[in-house]
């Protein structure tokens, strides 16, 4: 996480996923660990989430129908270039993880 988030408060994370059964166990596992977790279905909705609140870290699947994670995370970073995202995928495809890696500093699972 950010080096500046205080030692007296949960880090925050953004979870973003398009299916709500890998969305809510990524944010029950997470919230298990300590963190405060939001949850967000979409990218668009995840944007939306960003312009109203502040998060130590965006954790989303790559491949989503509305706005995919490649996308998302261009925008996430065009607003806020600090922001970690971590980027995730069921997808077993390197070149989706390539040119997620090409665009941005980011993580690839």
Do not use: K, W
């Not at 973003?16 to 944010?27: N, T």
């Not at 069921?90 to 500093?105: C, F, L, N, Q, Y």
């Amino acid at each position: 996480m950010r080096e500046f988030v205080e030692a007296s408060r949960p880090a925050r994370v953004l979870v973003v996923d398009d299916e709500a059964h890998v969305r809510s166990m990524m944010g029950s596992t997470l919230e298990r660990n300590g963190y405060e977790v939001q949850l967000a279905s979409s990218g668009r909705e995840a944007l939306e989430v960003l312009a109203q609140n502040t998060y130590d870290l965006v954790l989303t699947d790559i491949v989503m129908q509305d706005l995919n994670g490649i996308a998302l995370l261009e925008r996430v970073h065009a607003q806020q270039p600090n922001l970690p995202v971590v980027m995730v995928t069921a997808i077993h495809d390197i070149g989706v993880a390539i040119d997620s890696m090409r665009r941005e500093p980011t993580t690839i699972c």
